[in-house]
């Protein structure tokens, strides 16, 4: 009869990549774990199972000069991987122990393997149900058993967890080793850096013995508790039912400050540690996580960069010919002389043209040339989210509770005045309270002008030899071929481009009349990435399709029968909603104190159908009526359960996941 203890680890964990490597008191945790399971009486082997990717070849070395043998094998069926490890040694009985639990005691694994010899069965282990601190975990099962679940077991989950099948199978006899206490809610196990931080003290504490018993650990618990406190609010087993993406996710944020580069992508604004966050491949509206599940974006769309749709051919095409041909050199792109004259042609207005990257770029640019221009450096802006965030927001109403405007200089209070939208006379009255220079703001988002708002913002800015800027980062090439303000009739003397310029590569435009724009000579305005060929390229590219395809008719067209159909919902189950903006970057809200609930909602059941959605839908090319009429199927029942929840006041009994953050405020709803 052999008992073979069998080791599972490699190094490309994805919340904590070569925790088995990270060094306690001079030895890797491995190490550590297999020199204490090393003590077992019961065990007649122990080898280490790891996968057969190269990068896990200094793990193997290290195993091996320890003295033990090792079996590689796939990296994601771990289920094969110990059924192969496991026929190669001849076991007769394994021992399954998880690389992320260098506290695990050889006297805990003795007491299941007599256990399962003592209970006759198939499968015994300390985890179901768990009794044991999290890190203590032994699953003990013979071959036959392991054998049966090799051959029967499909699906994803049962070959990436390797017991999963067994134990939720009756084929199965089955035991547990309990305890007395339920300990289960103490956290010994290493998944992420704070775990390791609580395991090196622990370490520490006993040291230069190694092989303290368990309960001494328990001991030290309950004196020094504070010791344990930096991962108690971490769930057991959580990886298990976590995707990829999610568990990056939590990874980023131990990385970088708030987890990614954009507030808008941050995973607490849908579903926390339920979306998907990351993605592999993207095509027409369609996007690909990281575990290779395909999804329907009827949401954001790259939060509004692809109109076109993702990975446009024609788009792509002429990138790849930049990546050939040469992105960067000491020379100029010439392509940016044509994409500016194209811009010109499309805005009669305008006279000459800078170019960025990103929008807080080329807002920074129209703010710099326009005061430099004007003489004057007070600024009006009509609220909105951006600008007036980083500009000159109060501390006590943001956008988000958590943001305020610390990275803006006190010395700039009383620089940059907002207005209301559609209030005329507010903006009359900082006019004639200030020097004010400048007029910064959107043409319309959320709320249609009244009583000829934008003209008399104009002939007020005219009259007053103030420059306005209008901000079509978000709106421009969306309602017509070029900016918004064309749709309205009115000019300004600077206007900004981005978000779909270049259907998703990075390219901004600041344009204006002659006059201002050759302010920028007199200020420095300069940065090498704005001379990168790819922005440009892609949006001479970007606006040909536009062109050709119309396609600001075709997102308008689509947001309107969005629009339509979300409003007939809400009437066949008598739900109040607000639908508002432009109709290619249509959005509702529920007029509900518990909005944020139903918009969460709508995003947790709209997953289970591989839909990312939500409260808007930024309309694209690719967005077909077979697409639409799918998503307003899977939409219908959850407008039902929200009817339910208003009517039963039972609203967060509905949600399997924390209520996403509040989206961004629209400062000019009302």
Known sequence: MKILAIVQARTRSTRFPNKVLQKIEGKPLIELLFSRLARSKALNEIILATSNLANDNLLVDLVKNLGFGVYRGS????LSRYYQAAKYKKADVVVRITGDCPLID???????????????VDYCSNVDPPMYPDGLDVEVFNFQALEKSYNLAQKENYREHVTTFI?????????????????SSLRWTVDELVDFEVIKKIFEYFRPNIYFSWLKVLDLYNKHSEIFFINRHLIRNEGMNMNTGPKLWKRAKTLIPGGNMLLSKRSEMFLSNRWPAYYSKTEGCKIWDLDGKEYIDTFLMGVGTNTLGYSHSEVDNAVRNVIDTGNMSTFNAPEEIYLAEKLIQLHPWANMVRFARSEREANAIAIQVSCAASGKDKIAICRHYDCYL?????????????????????NLRNTVFPFEYNRFDELEKLIQQNEIGVIKMEISRNLDHEDNFLHKVRKLATDKKIVLIFDECISGFRQTYGGLHKFYGVEPDMAIFGKALGNGYAITAVIGKREIMEAAQTTFISSIFWTERIGVVAGLKTLEVMERERSWEKITAIGNDVKDRWRKLALKYSIDIDVWDLPALASFTFRSENATTYKTLITQEMLKNKFLAGNSFYACTKHTLEIIDQYFEFLDPIFSMIKECEESKKHKLILKNSICDSSFKKLNIQ
């Open 75 to 78: 990296e994601n069926d771990v």
């Open 106 to 120: 050889s006297n805990i694994v003795d007491q299941v393997i007599n256990k399962f010899f003592r209970d006759q």
């Open 167 to 183: 134990r939720e199978s009756n084929e199965f006899k089955k035991s547990s080793l309990g305890y007395h206490t339920d300990l």
């Open 390 to 410: 980083s500009g000159n927001l109060s501390e006590d109403d943001n956008l988000l509770a958590e943001l305020r405007p610390n990275s803006v200089s006190k």
